[in-house]
């Protein structure tokens, strides 16, 4: 049976699965920590806060036992994500940039492996009543098969490869991608409250790891491969030599563009990073925040406002769409996406009511758009052969920034808690000043990132022609070879 060429409905199945858990896991640890800590269950109210379930004598040790929760379950989710910082780094980037020679199936598979292996523990230990810690080490097992970080990259590399012209396909390509992400995932968010309360937490669990099973059977046998072994590794390189090349793709990609072109890539490489660290630091603590007095949500309000959150991806995609229709500049459109995140963490900040925290995302509705149009910016510049590279460095940044800023964020919120809950959240804002002000520096240098997509294409046919010159067996030794005019975008 011939595959087919759509990944969508893997990325679609997964954050649908993914996300049926997220929520529910910082709950599951909130609730057996609870439990430890004052050996009584967790006050579950009917109201829209479990802060009404506290009576008003007990209200100043329900308040201490909140912050004492509060901190160690920030303790945790920093536990967890140290310890899987390092595997996860170092596995996203040989995967994603070896599947420039390997296939870009491998930096898919792989990641949802792992991820069915943590579910998996996950419903184990909340069955069983085991050490809530185990899953700080099913956390490192799914670390070693690549995560999060892998599978987006294999994902955005393989419909670069099939939106090899560039431009606005690409870059709604990418956009929807980031779409669906979001969709997938509010749709499981909102379903979360009513099915822990109807289910229990197995029924989600189990729900989760019986999608992962069918996503995975899709991506092995019926997902078609972009990237083909007699195309790039003829010979089968030995492992070594595999690994030497994983590494060396990325150098490649930054040695042999002109100055130009590489500058621009390293700016636009920060951009990305900066706004990464900021977006996902702050946004990782807003459950916790939500957990937290005065606002004490309850499952069901989590699950409204992970759905609600839906509504970002949303108008981001459309967003993207309307501007690139426009022809808008992408450096005015990553711009509009900071200075949106940056607006909604403010509120954030400050609000001390439900009515408040759901109005905060109105701001942040097209906080999204600076990641699709940067990815897009970064990829039209590029060769098909050096896509896996460019991805497996924009997604090892990504989990170096995700881990690095969970770390940064969970200690200032356990050190800020007690006495201002919503720091982090001004520190996100503030720390969206870096990516602007590298936005400002493109600007100031005069790169043109608009106007380049014709000169681009024409460097990434050369450099590609080229590669695949030096890569084939001579017949004649002394035959001539002149590569040296690589990058045409540089006169």
Known sequence: MKGLYLVEPVVAMYAFSTYLTYPLVLQYVYRRLWKQLTNSSYPISDNTSTCASANASDHDNHTFYFQEVQEQASLFSLYSQILSAAP????????????????????????????LLYTLSLLLVSYFELNVYLLVGASLLSALFGGLGTFLGGCFAYVADLSGGGGRRMTLRIAGLDMMIGLLSGVAALSTGYFLEAAGFEGPFLTSAACQCLVLLYAIFVLEETVTRSDVDPDGDGGQAAVWHTFSAIYRMFARAGAKRRTLLVLLVLIFTSFSFAAVGSLSLMVLY??????????????????????VFLFSFAGVAAFTYCGTSQLLVVLLGILSLATGMTMVAFSKTTLMIFLARVPMLLSIMPFSVLRSMMSKILSKSEQGALFALLSFAEVLTSNVSAAVFNTAYAA?????????????????????????????????VDGEDQAAAAAAAAAAKCEHEEARPQADEDAPQDCSDRDPLIK
């Open 416 to 448: 800020t808690v007690a006495w201002y809950p919503g720091f982090v959240f001004l520190l996100g804002a503030g720390l969206c000043a870096i990516p602007i002000a590298l936005l400002g520096v493109v600007c100031a240098t005069g790169l043109n």
């Open 88 to 115: 996860s780094l170092l596995v996203t980037l040989l995967l994603v940039a070896y599947s420039d020679r390997a296939g870009r199936k491998v930096a898919i598979v792989l990641p949802l492996v792992g991820t």
């Open 290 to 311: 939500e957990l937290n007095e005065p606002l004490c949500w309850t499952e069901i309000l989590i699950g409204y406002g992970a759905a609600l959150s839906t509504t």
